[in-house]
């Protein structure tokens, strides 16, 4: 079973930088703390389609980039293609997920009962 990563944050600058999309998966796997041939077994991936992709040779269907962000935790890939459109990386922001909005709410919620509590005699 494959253990998606905690999102990581991918500097603008490190994005472009990258001058392929090779070299943008490259980034996705060391902001993860992952190593190619790891990711390869892992997410079953052939050992010859993952070095086409990363030398461009070969496109990426968005199942296999979208399973592949989520091991590393990161959409550097993306990032990279949304930047080689045109678009200004520094206006990009992720949406927050069902979960990540549930837990802001209880940490909101906690912080309102501690500082009722302090301001109880």
Known sequence: MIQVQLPVEVPAEEIRRK???GA??????ELGGKEAKTAQLDLKV???QFSRWSSGEEGIK???L???QQYCGNAAPVLWMF???GFDLE?????ETEIERENRLLREENAALR???RSMP
């Open 19 to 21: 001058r392929t999309l």
């Open 24 to 29: 943008a998966i490259d980034l996705c796997l």
């Open 46 to 48: 052939d050992k010859g």
């Open 62 to 64: 968005w199942p296999k």
């Open 66 to 68: 979208e399973a592949l």
């Open 83 to 85: 930047h080689q459109s």
């Open 91 to 95: 206006c990009v922001r992720r949406r």
């Open 115 to 117: 500082r009722a509590l």
